[in-house]
């Protein structure tokens, strides 16, 4: 019988497909949780950007524009993250760090806005 449905209804092989695609979809989506996989881990741990001297830097001495920035880290020591660049700015060290080294919070004498 003809019906005001008929142009868009569905035969069974269509819905099981209609439904397949749907879930494929569903999968592709995913459940909106942003994580590192497993097999990214050794990227993210390498290309991962932190703070790091860009100059030797002696026991004492400021940290400012010209010492430190923030650089993917590579096979170094990772440093702060790149949301403490500004915090560190202005803070005084209180062991020398050599050019390359990531700059961290227990390297520094006053911690201002750690």
Known sequence: MDGPDH???LEPDEL????KSVRQTENALGNGSIDVQD?????????RRS????????AGEQLTEKNIAV???????????PSDYDALLGTTT??????????????ITDCKDE
Not at 51 to 58: E, K, L, P
Not at 71 to 81: I, M, S, T, V
């Open 71 to 81: 650089l993917r880290p590579g096979k170094q020591e990772k440093g702060a993250p």
């Open 94 to 107: 209180s062991e020398s760090i050599q050019k390359d080294t990531g700059v961290t919070w227990d390297k």
């Open 16 to 19: 099981t497909e209609m439904v």
């Open 51 to 58: 703070v790091h001297a860009i100059q030797n830097i002696a």
């Open 7 to 9: 142009s868009f209804a």
């Open 39 to 47: 097999i990214e881990s050794h990227t993210y741990e390498v290309a």
